[in-house]
C-alpha cells in the first residue's frame, strides 16, 4: 500500500505545484520576470530564471526537510497500513471540500506575498533567488491549493525521510520551472497577450486539481474495500444529478446558461485583484 500513497503523492505533488502558479504571487512572478522586464533593469533574463529556479528548488528542499522531521513523528505512532490509508483518504476528501468549496469549506490559508521592492534594491540572483525560494517552500506565500496540504500529509504517511526531501524538492522544481513560461515576453503587447490566456487557463487547472484529489480519495477507497467503488460511483452519479440545471433554466434569449459564461475573464482580472490588495508587502 506504500507504494500506492508515493504514486498518489508524486501526482499530487505535482498538481499543488502547478496550480500554486495561478496564486498571486505567482502571477507577479510571471510579470516581474520576463525577457522583457529584466532588459528593463539591465539584466539577462536566462541568468535571473536560472537563479530563481535554483532557489525554487532550495526551497522545495526547505520543506521536504520539515516534511522529513515529520515522518519520524508519523512512524514512531506505528500507523498500520490501513490507518494510513485511512488518514490519507480522509485528507484527500477535505483538500477536495476545500478546493470545490462544498458548503462553503475552506482550509485557512494566508495572504503573504513577496516584495516586489526587492526588484528595484538587490542584484538579479538576489531576488531570483530569493523570489525562488519563498515560492518554492510552498507555504512562505499565498496558499492557493488544499492540495499542497495534501501533499504534506501524504508525503509524511510515506515514512521515508529521504522521500519526504524529494517530494519537496519535485514541488520546489515545478514551481520554479514555471518562470519559463514568460520566455516569450519580449514586448508589453505579448505581456498582456500571454496573461490574458494564462487567466483563462486558470479556472481549468483548478478544476483538473481537484480532479486529482478526487482520484486520490478513489484510490484511497479502492486499497480499503473494493466495494468502495460502488460506493463512490453511486455518489458521483447523485452529485453530478444534483448540479445538473432543470429543463427550465434557460436564459433570456431561449438558450442554456452555461457554467463558463458565469465566470468572465474579467471578473478573475478583478478578483486577481483584490488578492493582489491583501497581500503582505512590506
Known amino acids: ?29 510571471l510579470a516581474s520576470i520576463t525577457p522583457l522586464s529584466e532588459a528593463g533593469r539591465g539584466h539577462r533574463f536566462r541568468a535571473t530564471a536560472a537563479w530563481y529556479v535554483v532557489g ?18 508519523v ?6 497500513s490501513r490507518e494510513a ?48 525560494w519563498q515560492i518554492g517552500t ?3 506565500t499565498y496558499i492557493m491549493t488544499a492540495a499542497v496540504y495534501l501533499m504534506i500529509v501524504l508525503a509524511a504517511l510515506v515514512r521515508e525521510p529521504g522521500l519526504g526531501v524529494a517530494f519537496g ?5 515545478v514551481r520554479g520551472l514555471s518562470v519559463c513560461l514568460g520566455r516569450h515576453i519580449t514586448s508589453a503587447e505579448a505581456l498582456r497577450e500571454f496573461h490574458r490566456r494564462f487567466f483563462e487557463w486558470g479556472p481549468r487547472v483548478g478544476r483538473i ?8 480519495i478513489g484510490l484511497f477507497a479502492v486499497l480499503l474495500s473494493p466495494w468502495a467503488v460502488v460506493v463512490l460511483g453511486a455518489g458521483a452519479i447523485l452529485w453530478v444529478v444534483a448540479r ?9 434569449n431561449g438558450s442554456r446558461l452555461r457554467r463558463s459564461e458565469t465566470t468572465p475573464s474579467g471578473s478573475i482580472l478583478r478578483s486577481h485583484g483584490q488578492h493582489d490588495a491583501m497581500g503582505d508587502t512590506p
Open 1 to 29: 500500500m506504500t507504494a500506492w500513497i508515493i504514486v498518489a503523492t508524486v501526482v499530487v505533488t505535482v498538481a499543488a505545484a502547478v496550480r500554486s502558479t495561478w496564486s498571486p504571487c505567482g502571477l507577479s512572478m
Open 56 to 73: 525554487s528548488i532550495l526551497g522545495g528542499a526547505s520543506l521536504g526537510l520539515c516534511v522529513a522531521a515529520v515522518t519520524v513523528a
Open 75 to 80: 512512524d514512531a505512532i506505528s500507523l498500520t
Open 85 to 132: 490509508i485511512l488518514v490519507a483518504l480522509g485528507a484527500s476528501a477535505v483538500a477536495v471540500t476545500s478546493d470545490a468549496g462544498l458548503g462553503g469549506f475552506h482550509l485557512p490559508v494566508h495572504h503573504r506575498q513577496v516584495n516586489e521592492r526587492w526588484l528595484d534594491r538587490f542584484r538579479p540572483w538576489v531576488y531570483g533567488a530569493g523570489f525562488g
Open 138 to 140: 510552498g507555504l512562505a
Open 169 to 173: 524538492v519535485l514541488f520546489g522544481l
Open 209 to 216: 486539481t481537484v480532479a486529482v484529489e478526487v482520484m486520490a
Open 244 to 252: 445538473t440545471p432543470r429543463r427550465g433554466s434557460v436564459v433570456a
